[in-house]
């Protein structure tokens, strides 16, 4: 909830650079199962054990756009949270993430775009210490007008 008590999350005005948030998930079997089902990405390195074992990887991995998920989580839940609009996302592809990784999404704000409303923001998901996702976002973020 807005400073204000609104059901909007935080306004453009609320925003300084260097404000951070994170949500942390546990990557499931079902999660991926779930994923492929939704978008269509029935890619054997995310279901078939088998397969996956003859790939670099040498298991099943997450579908990046499932880690990159948890990005989006972010913002629409805590920052800037309900009402902000994503305009664009850059993602780099570090490293895998497998069944039972615990995954951290975190952004920061690192600028503002005054005249559009829009708010930059750096993009991360980690497991443990190491980056397995990182990138930059825009998102249009409502004002208190």
Do not use: W
């Not at 298991?59 to 664009?88: D, Q, W």
């Not at 559009?116 to 443990?128: H, L, P, Y």
């Amino acid at each position: 909830m807005a400073q204000d008590g609104s059901s909007i999350g935080y306004y453009f005005e609320d925003l300084d650079e260097g404000m951070s948030a994170e949500f942390t998930k546990t990557v499931t079997e079902a999660d991926i199962i779930k994923y492929a089902e939704v978008s269509g990405d029935t890619n054997p390195v995310h279901l078939d054990a088998e397969f996956a074992a003859t790939t670099m990887f040498k298991e099943r991995i997450a579908h990046g756009m499932l880690t990159a998920g948890f990005i989006s989580a972010v913002f629409g839940t805590k920052l800037p949270g309900t009402g902000s609009i994503y305009v664009n996302q850059t993602l780099k592809f570090k490293a895998p993430v497998k069944i039972g990784d615990e995954v951290t999404a975190t952004i920061e704000v690192t600028g503002k775009v005054p005249e559009k409303k829009f708010v930059a923001f750096s993009t991360v998901c980690t497991v443990g210490d190491k980056p397995v996702l990182q990138g930059d976002a825009t998102l249009m973020v409502p004002t208190k007008d």
